[in-house]
């Protein structure tokens, strides 16, 4: 959305988007700022510079309006859901700095994003809004809450309360927020592109590229899925080395040759490439222990970021004696630990756990997650309902993957709908059916 406005509007110089929420807390994060490079279009991104919003973030209690207190921003966009542009910082009344230090902040817009109440709870009577001041709650008869806030800031002098830059990044707040989140897409960016083409017709195409991105990104799911998937494969190969206590596990094995790196390490008498490798080696094998990976792609970690690196310090290093034969045999028992935990008769072996735990976990814990595979989630929570399954933070894996599972259900609607939409934009439509 950033890139967006600061594409669209050649007077924007910056854009912040604040996360807030759950109510009634309703914590206000910075999550990520974007910056223009000086007569360009590269944006550099980040959070270098210090704010009460960095995290972990400020309490609505903190930046609400209340008597002997700053008056901030984001209390008033929060509260009202309502924008606040700063055109003339000298009279900004809500300017945190000019308030406490006399210092002027520059020209800047800020607008909620908004989401309807009845597509993020299923019982609003229950809801525990969050309070003002004087102990009055908040949006109770608004039909929105307000999940995030947008920071554009501008060059001196070229924004007004109301002008046309305002209400673009209105109009694109609520288009590539509010109603995305909402799952309206397809009738709010039908209304997207009457309005966009008579302001701007070339940032249809725009619009195009960066929903699509969006849809794009959302292939996080699939990332996060098979990241609880990892920890069940964890879990899993923890079993066999408790079932099997005389198997070399990769972490012992890991350990020994980070080891005998170590003691080399002062005796390097060379190039500095050979101290530069020891340490990148000592990174990757450090990281490689920590990872629980499917088989073949550690074995693959292992040829690419281990095996070569040992091969040079082998072959250009001071001798390594006996401790080379070591190293070799090391290496080859590491690629061996990596397909330990698809054994099926290591497994059978495995008398502490019930058969049908065994069978299932085996099965579950190495399977690679894609969009085709989407039964495979009630599997896994099938899986993590099995009464014998004995694992830190059970419960709060299991309700991570019943809502990525929610989640990835979604994806294939929203994409259907985005694509018949951006088709429509290009080519000029102003109905989708």
């Known amino acids: 959305m950033i890139e967006t406005i600061l594409f669209c509007l050649k007077d924007a110089t910056k854009g912040t988007i604040y996360r807030v929420g759950p109510m009634p807390r309703l914590l ?55 924008s606040w542009t700063a055109d003339n910082p000298y009279e900004d009344l809500r300017s945190v700095r000019k308030q406490l230090s ?6 800047h817009h800020m607008e909620p994003v908004l989401v309807r109440k009845s597509y993020l709870y299923r019982d609003e009577d229950q809801l525990e809004y969050p309070l003002d001041y004087e102990g009055k709650p908040i949006w109770k008869d608004e039909e929105y809450v307000v999940v995030a806030v947008v920071k554009i800031h501008f060059k ?29 897409i397809r009738e709010t960016l039908s209304d997207a592109q009457k309005e966009l083409a008579r302001q701007r017709l070339q940032s249809c195409n725009v619009l195009a590229h960066e929903l ?36 070399c596990s990769k972490k012992a094995i890991l350990a020994r040759l980070n ?3 170590l003691e080399h390490l002062p005796a ?52 390594w004696g006996e401790e080379r034969e070591e190293v070799l045999r090391l290496l080859d028992c ?4 990596m397909w330990i935990g698809v054994d099926e008769q290591l497994a059978l072996k495995m008398q502490h756990l019930p058969a049908d ?16 595979k989407l039964p495979i989630l009630e599997e896994i929570v099938q899986l993590l309902d099995h009464p014998a399954l004995d694992i830190p933070h059970k419960l709060q894996t299991r309700k991570i993957i019943t809502s990525l599972k929610a989640l990835v259900e979604m994806i294939p609607e929203v994409e259907e709908r985005a694509n018949r939409i951006i088709y429509s934009l290009k080519n000029g439509g102003t109905d989708v059916h």
């Open 357 to 372: 735990l065994k069978a299932m976990w085996s099965k579950l814990a190495y399977i690679d997650f894609t969009a085709d």
């Open 334 to 337: 590491l690629e061996k630990t």
């Open 268 to 319: 390097i008498d060379g190039p500095a490439l050979l101290a530069d490798i020891s340490k990148q080696l000592l990174a990757s094998q450090q990281e490689l222990a920590d990872l629980s990976l499917l088989p073949h792609i550690g074995e693959k970690w292992l040829s690419n970021k281990i095996r070569p690196k040992w091969e040079y310090l082998l072959t250009e290093g001071q001798p």
């Open 212 to 247: 699509r991105n969006t849809l794009i990104k959302l292939g996080f799911i699939f990332s996060a899925i098979n990241a609880e998937i990892s920890y069940l494969r964890e879990q899993w190969e923890l079993q066999i080395e408790k079932a099997f206590p005389e198997l």
């Open 259 to 261: 080891e005998l790196i």
């Open 28 to 82: 206000a994060i910075r999550v990520t700022s974007g910056v223009r490079e000086d007569s360009s279009d590269e944006i550099r991104w980040g959070l270098p510079e210090a704010s009460d919003y960095n995290l972990p973030g400020k309490s609505w209690e903190h930046y609400r309006d209340h008597p002997g207190h700053v008056m901030e921003a984001m209390g008033w966009c929060v509260e009202r859901q309502k």
């Open 156 to 184: 001196p002098y070229s924004i007004r309360r109301g002008d046309r830059s305002t209400k673009i990044i209105k109009k694109l707040s609520r288009t590539l927020g509010t109603e995305l989140l909402s799952l309206n």
């Open 102 to 107: 006399g210092e002027i902040e520059d020209f």
